[in-house]
């Protein structure tokens, strides 16, 4: 059973930066799909960025391009999210999800969710 555990959320100022971490364990990943998520208040759960495990290919949307990086550490089973030049719109609850998606960044291709961890930018 994959399990996923996020951490590194906080409060921020804009402009400011974090680094989430998302451990992963219970499989060998390396024919997954590692995605970060995020929902705001009021807001519909929107993909962020994504990464092929095993090929090291990377997604972003369109609106945190040139400011956050996902990576990953396979000796650490981790998967990370750089966020860098923060601003008040990335307010959400951000959560790491693995799937077998082959390729596909959709969200009903990950069957498997962390628990969600808190990024609140102030303005």
């Known amino acids: 059973q994959v399990q996923l555990v996020e951490s590194g959320g906080g409060l921020v100022q804009a402009g400011g930066s974090l680094r989430l971490s998302c451990a992963a364990s219970?499989?060998?990943?390396?024919?997954?799909?590692m995605g970060w998520f995020r929902q705001a208040p009021g807001k519909e759960r929107e993909f962020v960025a994504g990464?092929?495990?095993?090929?090291?290919?990377?997604y972003y949307a369109d609106s945190v391009k040139g400011r956050f990086t996902i990576f990953r550490d396979n000796v650490k089973n981790t998967v990370y999210l750089q966020m860098n030049s923060l601003k008040p719109e990335d307010t959400a609850v951000y959560y790491c999800?693995?799937?077998?998606?082959?390729?596909?960044?959709?969200?009903?291709?990950?069957?498997?969710w962390g628990q969600g961890t808190q990024v609140t930018v102030s303005s």
């Open positions: 999800a693995a799937g077998l998606t082959g390729g596909s960044m959709s969200q009903t291709g990950f069957g498997s």
């Open positions: 990464i092929m495990w095993s090929a090291g290919n990377t």
């Open positions: 219970g499989r060998t990943f390396s024919s997954y799909a």
